[in-house]
């Protein structure tokens, strides 16, 4: 069973990286072979093609729930109610939505944003409103979150926003276990909000108690991500395992007293606590690791109250099945890996041993198993391991665990019964996460508390997982020694730059906004750094940042801001206090009066790796328009020339041509102003004379860049021109006499995402 499991898991698996799923004829194909195979009693053989059969039939499914052709971009009266809390950034509020009207080919669940809105949104509200709706798309990025695929994977069949007329109005549908629990959630947040205003470690307290993570700061999530505690700030299965096992003992001693024995202790106890965790898992919105713990408790509850010995792998591996058969779209998700292959080690270090270590010492191996055992994985998502990890858990399990998940929920039951007595707890509770931030954070200030990785490469990732199994291994084991030796691809890897000479460009996919990077073989240029969306979120530390990591690059020496708009200069902060940076370049003073800052005017110049830097614009004298004084900057190699230009607008452009005329022609134009009518004026784009025009501009924005004269112009000029909003992040490298550039959608194609059009065979004139 153990290898048949496994295979199962890899067929689903193989299908999340097809760019298409199987037609009608492979469908058929792939049923008659596990029909065969199960005649021919090969059950490995048809565990894989089973998982591959199911996947695509569960994909195909998840397909035909997303938003039909017809709605899109359409208005449309929708009827249900507010899934998740309300999470507000900025002028607008989101939330996930449960329609229960329109029915039919309509998607279940959809990701609205309310721009202003007039009312007290709350999660478990019934409401009737008129939507625009599109189907789902995300920025793709390397080294970045795939936001897509996150919508996909939890079942988020179209993204949206609400119409303010007609009148959205509230309205009563037919009550579900779904509302329920959204409206518990709801009115367990706004007494924890009542009773510690202004706590930094409210949002902490609403992680562990209702799953809700919308009040966690950047700083805290960095310091958490450093010591390796992100599991404990979430509901995980270790939660809902203690509180399933305190409820069940609890409950066996008063069943045992009761004297009541029609129904065994045992019996009684194990219901109790099998409610108990299905309640503290719908507050959680049965995430994976909560669905996996609460099928796996039910799994091991289950052989208790009818007295069957069931071996932990084999519950483990039942709990597997039972989720993927669930939703095969849960290896989509980081943590149904974390959670699975950490509960597997803890098997595997603690079954089968002889002795019984004690507590400290047991809890201490299992955290160093733990962080080792999940380092390979932690790789693999984040480039990013703790080394303060084990030390951190030792501490932080047993008090988050004990003294605080416990009595934080039964504080909340206690603010529905004895108001002033769970504040009173919540209270404590908020002295004691205190001192366990003041012990995190100190941690994460050690020097190389973590350190980040490369992206490895698959073998790095097997050998790394075969060094686990063996250092884990009882003393004694055949080759333990050699454990170590088998990390050191996966710690040491290598990556692909730029020789002497060479100059790549990549324009990140941050939206409507831009953000472009430039690397030599030596030094990096980072262009613009996106929008900022609220204290929580900016383009910055969710894109720019993972792909200079991806990349290897720890520093940067030059960070140019060409102008103050926030969809240019928003992600700035973020790039400064996480790496070092050399030089700070700007048209603004916020930036360039700022210490190591500059003003960009013409006539600078530098030379980096055999590779020459040219500021041509703005003049001394600038002009009148913020967006026409943006930095213009052309990037010389011996190949080709790139051609960066901001937000400038004709003013600049007819400046531009008449100060440096031919002197412009560049085979790469970033284009200017996003594609704005007011910008790509045809004397500019004549003078320049590009090969490619990449266009840095938002999925079916609210401005409607690039406009569509400017497309017609560019293809008047027979002038090539790629979009981040169709292409993900574009990436152009001059090592060669052809342009080549690479599409990360057109790279990372999976069934799920619209196939993008197809620009990229691309020849240098």
Same mark, same amino acid.
């Given at each position: 069973?153990?290898?048949?499991?496994?295979?199962?898991?890899?067929?689903?698996?193989?299908?999340?990286?097809?760019?298409?799923?199987?037609?009608?004829?492979?469908?058929?194909?792939?049923?008659?072979?596990?029909?065969?195979?199960?005649?021919?009693?090969?059950?490995?053989?048809?565990?894989?093609?089973?998982?591959?059969?199911?996947?695509?039939?569960?994909?195909?499914?998840?397909?035909?729930?997303?938003?039909?052709?017809?709605?899109?971009? +359409?208005?449309?009266? !929708?009827? %249900?109610?507010?899934?998740?809390?309300?999470?507000?950034?900025?002028?607008?509020?989101?939330?996930?939505?449960?329609?229960?009207?329109?029915?039919?080919?309509?998607?279940?669940?959809?990701?609205?944003?309310?721009?202003?809105?007039?009312?007290?949104?709350?999660?478990?509200?019934?409401?009737?409103?008129?939507?625009?709706?599109?189907?789902?798309?995300?920025?793709?990025?390397?080294?970045?979150?795939?936001?897509?695929?996150?919508? *996909?994977?939890?079942?988020?069949?179209?993204?949206?926003?609400?119409?303010?007329?007609?009148?959205?109005?509230?309205?009563?549908?037919?009550?579900?276990?779904?509302?329920?629990?959204? %409206?518990?959630?709801?009115?367990?947040?706004?007494?924890?909000?009542?009773?510690?205003?202004?706590?930094?470690?409210?949002?902490?307290?609403?992680?562990?108690?209702?799953?809700?993570?919308?009040?966690?700061?950047?700083?805290?999530?960095? !310091?958490?991500?450093?010591?390796?505690?992100?599991?404990?700030?979430?509901?995980?299965?270790?939660?809902?395992?203690?509180?399933?096992?305190?409820?069940?003992?609890?409950?066996?001693?008063?069943?045992?007293?009761?004297? #009541?024995?029609?129904?065994?202790?045992?019996?009684? /106890?194990?219901?109790?606590?099998?409610?108990?965790?299905?309640?503290? /898992?719908?507050?959680?919105?049965?995430?994976?690791?909560?669905?996996?713990?609460?099928?796996?408790?039910?799994?091991?509850?289950?052989?208790?109250?009818? +007295?069957?010995?069931?071996?932990?792998?084999?519950?483990?591996?039942?709990?597997?099945?039972?989720?993927?058969?669930?939703?095969?779209?849960?290896?989509?998700?980081?943590?149904?890996?974390?959670? *699975?292959?950490?509960?597997?080690?803890?098997?595997?270090?603690?079954?089968?041993?002889?002795?019984?270590?004690?507590?400290?010492?047991?809890?201490?191996?299992?955290?160093?198993?733990?962080?080792?055992?999940?380092?390979?994985?932690?790789?693999?998502?984040?480039?990013? #391991?703790?080394?303060?990890?084990?030390?951190?858990?030792?501490?932080?399990?047993?008090?988050?665990?004990?003294?605080?998940?416990?009595?934080?929920?039964?504080?909340?039951?206690?603010?529905?019964?004895?108001?002033?007595?769970?504040?009173?707890?919540?209270?404590?509770?908020?002295?004691?996460?205190?001192?366990?931030?003041?012990?995190?954070?100190?941690? /994460?200030?050690?020097?190389?508390?973590?350190?980040?990785?490369?992206? $490895?490469?698959?073998?790095?990732?097997?050998?790394?997982?075969?060094?686990?199994?063996?250092?884990?291994?009882?003393?004694?084991? $055949?080759?333990?020694?050699?454990?170590?030796?088998?990390?050191?691809?996966?710690?040491?890897?290598?990556?692909?730059?730029?020789?002497?000479?060479?100059?790549?460009?990549?324009?990140?996919?941050? %939206?409507?906004?831009?953000?472009?990077?430039?690397?030599?073989?030596?030094?990096?240029?980072?262009?613009?750094?996106?929008?900022?969306?609220?204290?929580?979120? @900016?383009?910055?530390?969710?894109?720019?940042?993972?792909?200079?990591?991806?990349?290897?690059?720890?520093?940067?020496?030059?960070?140019?801001?060409?102008?103050?708009?926030? @969809?240019?200069?928003?992600?700035?902060?973020?790039?400064?206090?996480?790496?070092?940076?050399?030089?700070?370049?700007?048209?603004?003073?916020?930036?360039?009066?700022?210490?190591?800052?500059?003003?960009?005017?013409?006539?600078?110049?530098?030379?980096? @790796?055999?590779?020459?830097?040219?500021?041509?614009?703005?003049?001394?004298? %600038?002009?009148?328009?913020?967006?026409?004084?943006?930095?213009?900057?052309?990037?010389?190699?011996?190949?080709?020339?790139?051609?960066?230009?901001?937000?400038?607008?004709?003013?600049?452009?007819?400046?531009?041509?008449?100060?440096?005329?031919?002197?412009?022609?560049? @085979?790469?134009?970033?284009?200017?102003?996003?594609?704005?009518?007011?910008?790509?004026?045809?004397?500019?784009?004549?003078?320049?004379?590009?090969?490619?025009?990449?266009?840095?501009?938002?999925?079916?924005?609210?401005?409607?860049?690039?406009?569509?004269?400017?497309?017609?112009?560019?293809?008047?000029?027979?002038?090539?021109?790629?979009?981040?909003?169709?292409?993900?992040?574009?990436? #152009?490298?001059?090592?060669?006499?052809?342009? +080549?550039?690479?599409?990360?959608?057109?790279?990372?194609?999976?069934?799920?995402?619209?196939?993008?059009?197809?620009?990229?065979?691309?020849?240098?004139?």
């Amino acid at each position: 069973m153990n290898v048949s499991s496994l295979l199962f898991l890899a067929g689903i698996v193989a299908v999340q990286q097809f760019s298409r799923l199987p037609n009608l004829f492979e469908f058929i194909g792939l049923g008659g072979s596990c029909l065969l195979l199960m005649y021919r009693r090969n059950w490995r053989f048809f565990a894989l093609l089973a998982g591959v059969l199911w996947a695509s039939i569960f994909g195909s499914w998840r397909l035909s729930q997303q938003l039909p052709d017809a709605y899109q971009n +359409q208005e449309v009266k !929708v009827q %249900g109610y507010i899934a998740t809390l309300p999470q507000q950034q900025g002028q607008r509020t989101n939330f996930d939505f449960i329609v229960t009207a329109p029915s039919g080919d309509f998607p279940d669940k959809i990701r609205l944003s309310w721009y202003y809105p007039q009312f007290n949104l709350a999660a478990g509200q019934s409401w009737e409103f008129y939507v625009k709706l599109r189907k789902p798309h995300g920025r793709l990025n390397p080294g970045g979150f795939d936001f897509e695929a996150w919508l *996909f994977a939890n079942h988020i069949g179209a993204t949206g926003y609400v119409r303010d007329k007609p009148a959205p109005q509230l309205t009563r549908i037919s009550p579900s276990i779904g509302q329920y629990f959204a %409206g518990c959630r709801q009115a367990i947040a706004e007494r924890l909000d009542a009773s510690l205003p202004g706590s930094a470690q409210l949002g902490i307290i609403k992680a562990l108690t209702i799953g809700s993570q919308n009040a966690i700061t950047q700083e805290q999530w960095q !310091v958490f991500r450093i010591t390796g505690v992100v599991h404990l700030i979430v509901i995980s299965g270790s939660h809902i395992s203690l509180i399933s096992g305190l409820i069940y003992l609890w409950t066996r001693r008063l069943w045992a007293w009761t004297g #009541v024995l029609s129904i065994s202790p045992q019996r009684a /106890a194990a219901l109790c606590a099998w409610l108990a965790a299905v309640f503290y /898992a719908g507050l959680a919105g049965y995430s994976v690791p909560t669905l996996r713990a609460l099928i796996m408790l039910s799994v091991a509850l289950a052989a208790i109250a009818w +007295q069957r010995n069931i071996a932990a792998m084999r519950i483990l591996l039942l709990a597997l099945l039972a989720v993927l058969l669930f939703d095969s779209l849960a290896v989509l998700s980081v943590g149904f890996w974390l959670s *699975f292959v950490a509960v597997a080690l803890l098997i595997y270090v603690s079954a089968g041993r002889l002795g019984r270590p004690s507590y400290w010492r047991e809890a201490g191996g299992a955290q160093l198993a733990t962080a080792v055992g999940l380092s390979p994985l932690l790789i693999v998502f984040f480039q990013q #391991v703790s080394l303060i990890s084990p030390v951190a858990n030792w501490l932080a399990v047993p008090l988050i665990g004990l003294l605080i998940v416990p009595p934080a929920l039964l504080a909340v039951v206690l603010m529905f019964i004895w108001p002033s007595l769970g504040a009173l707890l919540l209270q404590l509770l908020d002295y004691v996460l205190q001192g366990l931030w003041w012990a995190l954070s100190h941690m /994460a200030e050690l020097p190389l508390a973590s350190i980040s990785c490369l992206p $490895p490469p698959w073998y790095a990732i097997g050998l790394a997982a075969i060094g686990v199994i063996l250092l884990l291994a009882p003393s004694g084991f $055949p080759c333990r020694y050699l454990s170590l030796l088998l990390f050191l691809p996966l710690i040491f890897g290598t990556f692909e730059k730029p020789k002497p000479g060479e100059v790549w460009l990549t324009v990140l996919d941050v %939206g409507q906004g831009l953000a472009a990077v430039l690397q030599t073989a030596e030094h990096t240029l980072v262009f613009d750094t996106g929008a900022r969306y609220s204290e929580y979120s @900016d383009m910055g530390d969710s894109v720019v940042l993972p792909f200079l990591r991806e990349q290897g690059i720890a520093r940067v020496d030059s960070l140019v801001i060409s102008h103050g708009d926030n @969809d240019h200069s928003g992600g700035a902060e973020s790039i400064l206090a996480e790496l070092p940076v050399e030089k700070v370049v700007s048209s603004v003073s916020e930036w360039a009066a700022r210490e190591r800052g500059d003003y960009c005017r013409t006539g600078q110049t530098w030379r980096w @790796d055999e590779v020459t830097f040219t500021v041509l614009s703005p003049p001394e004298s %600038g002009f009148v328009g913020d967006n026409d004084n943006s930095c213009v900057l052309q990037v010389s190699s011996a190949r080709q020339r790139f051609l960066l230009t901001g937000d400038i607008e004709q003013a600049a452009e007819n400046w531009l041509v008449r100060e440096y005329g031919d002197e412009l022609a560049s @085979d790469v134009l970033l284009a200017p102003h996003h594609g704005s009518k007011t910008s790509s004026s045809r004397a500019l784009l004549e003078k320049v004379n590009p090969t490619l025009i990449l266009i840095p501009a938002g999925y079916q924005n609210r401005f409607g860049f690039p406009h569509r004269q400017v497309v017609e112009r560019y293809s008047q000029l027979g002038i090539a021109w790629l979009n981040t909003a169709e292409q993900g992040a574009i990436s #152009v490298r001059n090592g060669s006499e052809k342009i +080549q550039p690479i599409a990360e959608r057109a790279k990372r194609q999976r069934y799920w995402r619209t196939p993008v059009p197809n620009r990229q065979s691309i020849d240098v004139r």
